[in-house]
């Protein structure tokens, strides 16, 4: 045993003290990593690309579907057939020189923030199926974008980089090629012969 010693008493209390102290800190510290894990959870964007191809209008939209703000840092837009990346839509079908009369377009959008629900497009084409310019515009711009893939690269306001979005737009060449839905490709050595003009149901939200 100890004997009472004073001292020895003295050395033990303070070791117990500073273990004690210890423990406080990494519990403190385990529960302030914890609560940063558990708010960037809770504030997380999500970057989601939507396509529109009705008859009577097109569009590429980009949301954030999830339940923090989304600051975009790049948008690429990767030609599958060129191997060309622009930063919009509309400077790739500037280069290709195929002038279309977009309803509206964006610019680029890297810095943009967008908050939980908020969406944007990229491009919209508007139009009457009884215009046969702007059913000229819409062929023309179905066949190139089904060769566009849009890449989303983004952050959360704890400016935490999030995993990238990709998505392939080749859901407008379904009508020229055969589509896959399952792996949402298409197959061009499969032409469509004959397509019926093809409708959203207009409470569909995009694709």
Known sequence: MFDGDPNTINAISAAMAAFAALVAVCLSAYALVSQRRHDRAALKPIAHTVVWDYSDHLAVELRNVGVG???????????????????????????????????????????????????????????????????????????????????????????VIQEVSSKSLSLFGRHYFFYNYETQSLDIKRPVESVSSWHMDENDDGA
């Not at 790049?74 to 195929?98: A, C, N, P």
């Not at 908020?118 to 059913?135: C, Q, W």
């Not at 515009?137 to 983004?154: G, P, Q, S």
């Open 69 to 159: 703000p989304m600051k975009i840092l790049q948008i690429s837009i990767y030609s599958t057939m060129g191997g060309t990346t622009f930063s919009t839509i509309v400077e790739h079908f500037r280069e290709k020189d195929i002038p279309i009369k977009w309803t509206h377009f964006a610019g680029n959008l890297e810095g943009r923030i967008l908050a939980p629900g908020d969406r944007t497009k990229l491009v919209l084409l508007k139009g009457s199926v009884e215009d046969n310019g702007f059913i000229e515009d819409r062929n023309a711009a179905r066949k190139e974008l089904a060769k566009l893939t849009v890449t989303i690269e983004y952050q959360d306001i704890f400016n």
